[in-house]
């Protein structure tokens, strides 16, 4: 998108918020299916429309309706239309590119056990892979976890950048999708622009150094300790090795600057989406409000699957599965970490890859048998 299609764009949104949007879902929110808007006096019908289309109608007896959706799992355009006995509009409510979920998406819970068959399995995945891999995965819906490798430190390179998206949403709120910086926000989270990094680091902090002591804040304050935002501190201080890795098998042989461990994203992930559903734990850690939140989960919903920023995963996913990913890559690193949100609930993946001379092929070819050892690989969206 052009630099001038993107501030139409956004000057278009920002006139559809506030009281011309719907209650639930709001503007780039994930939801579940149920749409909530509040009729304006002398509403005798309601009609709902999906991507310009009509899907129900109904008669009116309270001002609150609500509506269930039954339609697959994307990304729509959201409208209710309100009618006066006589056919007579009396106007509308939009909520633009709102995620469908599937009902079970709505399950989150923190780590709770450790499922010793699959860690087994993870292990002889990890230990075929001709570079260095870190793998972990989490099933929200039952709080297991599974990893190989997960706490060893690898560079960052761009899914760090999850906490410079956290601390702009927080700080372009309550509403940052109709804030000046959303152009940037977008970018980073759904093609991870360093241009647009760079510009929110500046935002945040005045200068380079004072965004990243705000992101390296943000990536403590999710639990991502083996995490670093350059120029904030330097691997193997007394405060890092405070919090030391407990599953790294195969540790790469060098330290990076921008660091981040398989573990650490799992754990910005779970943060993210608890806030989204507004648990009290996750709100205070992100600091964010629940719509923040999902406004940043729907942006990752969107991240461009195309090109580098396609990833590990998205070959071997089901057609039409949502799934919100970050991911990272350079000449030696190929990284993706994602919620996966299919019909029996979410799950979180992640694996980190390196190699001096890293192949992306091969790199998605460890995703794929990732991807099938957890049980991703044919899961629908519902």
């Known amino acids: 998108m052009s630099a001038a299609a993107a501030v139409i764009a956004t000057l278009v949104l920002a006139g559809t918020t506030g009281a011309q949007e719907l209650g639930a879902p709001k503007a780039y929110e994930p939801f579940f299916g149920r749409v909530v808007v509040r009729a304006p006096a002398r509403t005798a019908r309601a009609d709902l429309f999906v991507g310009g289309r ?8 309270r001002r609150r ?27 509308r409510r939009r909520s633009r590119a ?16 450790r499922d ?3 860690t087994r399995r993870l292990a002889r995945l990890g230990r075929s892979f001709g570079g260095w891999a870190g793998l972990w995965t989490h099933d929200l819906s039952t709080g297991r976890t599974a990893g190989w490798n997960a706490d060893a430190v690898f560079p960052a390179a761009s899914t760090v950048k999850l906490a410079v998206l956290v601390a702009a949403l927080r700080r372009f709120g309550p509403r940052p999708e109709g804030s000046p910086a959303w152009p940037d926000i ?12 760079n510009r929110l680091l500046l935002r945040l902090g005045g200068s380079e150094a004072g965004g990243s002591r705000i992101a ?27 919090h030391a890795a407990t599953d790294r098998p195969r540790p790469l042989p060098f330290v990076a600057s921008r660091r981040t461990t398989a573990h650490d994203l799992g754990r910005i992930l779970v943060e993210l989406h608890l806030a989204a559903l507004g648990d009290r734990r996750a ?3 992100t600091q964010l409000s629940r719509h923040e939140a999902r406004v940043g989960l729907g942006l990752l919903l969107s991240s461009d699957r195309t090109g580098s920023n396609r990833g590990l995963f998205a070959a ?6 949502p799934a919100a990913q970050k991911q990272g890559w350079t000449t030696s690193v190929r990284h993706t970490a994602a919620i996966v949100y299919g019909a029996s609930g979410p799950r979180i993946a992640v694996l980190l890859t390196y190699h001096p001379a890293i192949r992306a092929q091969v790199a998605a070819a460890l995703g794929r048998r990732f991807l099938q050892t957890v049980g991703l690989a044919d899961v629908r969206s519902g």
């Open 186 to 197: 977008r970018d980073l989270a759904t093609w991870s622009s360093n241009v647009a990094s």
């Open 216 to 242: 390296q804040g943000v990536l403590w304050r999710l639990g991502a300790r083996s995490s670093t935002f350059t120029g904030f501190y330097r691997l193997g201080t007394a405060r890092a090795a405070a």
């Open 316 to 321: 071997t996913f089901a057609p039409g599965l």
């Open 116 to 118: 010793a068959l699959l």
């Open 283 to 285: 709100l205070v850690r």
């Open 98 to 113: 709102a995620w469908l979920l599937p009902r079970a998406a709505a399950h989150g819970r923190r780590e709770r056990s």
């Open 54 to 61: 009509i899907i129900a109608s109904r008669p009116v007896a």
């Open 65 to 91: 309706i609500v509506f269930r959706l039954r339609l697959p799992s994307g990304r729509y355009d959201v409208a209710v239309r309100f009618r006066r006995r006589g056919g007579g509009v009396l106007g």
